[in-house]
């Protein structure tokens, strides 16, 4: 007779990807919500936590969501899922901004913001704006191409993972 113990299979141990991003997505789908209108929230999340205004995608992402009728959860993992991006490509957006509304470069050097902000605290504010709104502008054309193109794309990958959910085929936790 066999034991019991070699009957049970070992408890598989799911990494930080799968516990952080994967368990969410699928609890959402789990819950009844849409693979359309999933994607479409994840698209949301996803580029809006990348818009070059530091602090403002969790509001702006929560605000869409629910204009749009939206899963705000989905949108608000995607939003933080993209938080890094949005680190990463803050100086990027900035110096294509500078680039393509041939505004003067960023002075990026502490000692020469430090002298700015000194002696022309207003202009360099000004300044700043200016180039914050050509960044955002860049940003809003890029999310008005890519939103529709990642929902589109992530669509039938939700769909097939909700067929996989519905077949069990993907536990929560063992």
């Known amino acids: 007779m066999l034991n019991d113990v070699t009957l049970t299979p070992k408890p598989v141990a799911h990494g930080w990807i799968y516990r952080s991003i994967a368990l969410p997505i699928l609890a959402l789908l789990r819950m009844g919500a849409s693979p359309e209108r999933l994607a479409w929230s994840l698209a949301i999340g ?6 070059p205004l530091l602090g403002s995608t969790t509001l702006l992402c929560m605000a869409v ?30 110096r294509v901004g ?11 050097t502490p000692k020469t913001l430090f002298l700015e902000a000194r002696h022309h605290p207003l202009a360099l504010i000004r300044q700043l704006w200016m180039w914050e709104w050509h960044a955002l502008i860049l940003w809003s054309i890029l999310a008005a191409i890519a939103i529709p193109a990642l929902a589109l794309s992530l669509c039938p990958l939700l769909q097939r993972l909700l067929l996989r959910v519905e077949r069990h085929q993907y536990p929560i936790l063992p």
């Open 46 to 51: 996803l580029l809006i936590g990348i818009n």
């Open 65 to 94: 969501a629910v204009v749009f009728r939206l899963n705000i959860a989905a949108s608000q993992i995607a939003n933080h899922i993209a938080y890094p991006f949005q680190i990463l490509l803050v100086i990027p957006f900035l």
């Open 98 to 108: 500078t680039q393509i509304f041939h505004t003067g470069p960023i002075p990026f």
